[in-house]
């Protein structure tokens, strides 16, 4: 039964929280400290195809053309083995060939699509018939946003207590909304803490970590009703102030540090002024220095030309709202 | 009784918070949310001179030799209508030349020094007998952290519950510890608000405030520990979590805004650094960009080498702890 030599091909987008997930309660299984809801988006994208070769004695990992090697082989053969696991199969391996459509430099994170790709992609390839709500567990292993990435429109992930329920399922398609998002890429900080990192340290030192789970949870709720009303401004302001408070709890950490960098402040800043003048656009920002910005259509083209001037056209990217998982033919 | 023609002069100098003051629960009487505890400093501050002049038909201010206008104007003399009230005197006027050798660029707030020396001044112009409690008292209603800078050495600044409860007084001397400032200035970030309006801000709309209060009474009560055990590295690492802790209400308050820029976070790793090299230094930072770096003697020089070497020698200045209100003959 098993589809031992055909490729299986998988497309995921990636996606940007607006109420951000930001701690885990259990590092091995992912499974998140808060709700969070994102929104898929067109433009980023990872395609990944996955054979079950029996010929091989290892996996076999090529990501963006280039042999895995060290942590990042390592993070995708600890993947596998769950996929192993699942399957009944452990003496079997993959060959996986993963092409990210995310420029790094824009700042998204490419494991939240690579993760929801390689898991479609290897499950199907070793024969797993999984739903969504499976496939979205099992995302979650490899990155806590790729349970989000298996579906379209906004997509809330579910805290849940341990792996059977914490997944994510869409809430809303996203279809009839207008709403889009601009990517702007600034410099690199000179400074690196990862997210896991990030989240860790939030977690255990920042006084204010306990009532971050308290807002986040407040805040779903409250887009929620906000995205049921079609309500862009306060989809906007919601996702805005979320963002905010999820870098305070790095900054009160011990010690305390901050993803910004001064052109990410002064954007935040660009994006106010363009709010006095009338233009509604919003910032939200993920472990990094760079800053999205959602907006409407009709504000778009103002908004990127505003940003194409201050950081150059390449540096500015737009998309709408993207597709849940895919499986592609060759 | 009353010294009408003779003036007097004092001199205060401006202070540093180690766990700072962020929030008044009375605008009017500028009585705080939480006790604070300061360092005032040798080489910035404020000389005021006060003639209680019967000749006068309304209060005359002269601020570093120009005549005061506007608000600045307004804010002294509401000042002086309580030095009035408490002297009972309601029609006569006060003649103020305030003097403030307080680099503006160094972002020390002159207020500090500049109420305290005018709470002083004024108050002795007006036959008034205070003792150093009524005078921070005094000096409070000024501003804030001027009811510290009465006196020298590690000041609390008790935040009480009215006009009567909510004073400063001396928690230790400073003459024998080994502890210095370094002043960073930095550029000016474009957008500002004030530490009243940030304050505010943060109050009604951090969903992390109420617990900075629990924070910053933790923290007042380790710091006075570590004061009196001469413990550099406790005060310095509680001085740095606490300044970053404060900001990270301005950035979750609604709008959440920044008083860093991009140098203000350079800095903030400079000084990481330099701890890693075995260094011993530590960041705080008031209601604006600049840094202050706490060190000891040993290492000051060294510190101030590699931050004229960034920023120039004329943006970096050291100071020594100071003393407190001081009255001068002419």
Redesign the interface.
Known sequence: MMNKNRPVIARAHTNIALVKYWGKQNENLIIPQNDSLSLTLDQFYTDTTVTFDPTLTADAVLIDNEVAQGSDYQRVVDFLDIVRQKAQTPDRFFNVNSVNHVPTAAGFASSASAFAALAAAASRAADLKLDLTELSRLARRGSGSASRSIFAGFVQWHTGNDDETSYAEQYASAADWDIGVIALTLQK???KVSSRQGMQLSVTTS??Y???I??ANSDIEQIKQAIDQHDFTTVGHIS??NA??M???T??A???F?Y????T??MI?EI?QLRKMGIECYATIDAGPNVKVLCQKENASKIMTHFNQLLGSENVIYTTPGSGIEYLEK
Do not use: C, M, V
Request: glycine share 6%; net charge positive.
């Open positions: 900080s000179r400074k006084p204010f306990s009532e971050w308290k807002l805005e102030t905010l408070r870098h305070a709890l900054l009160s011990d010690p305390g901050i910004f960098t001064g052109q402040i002064e800043n106010r």
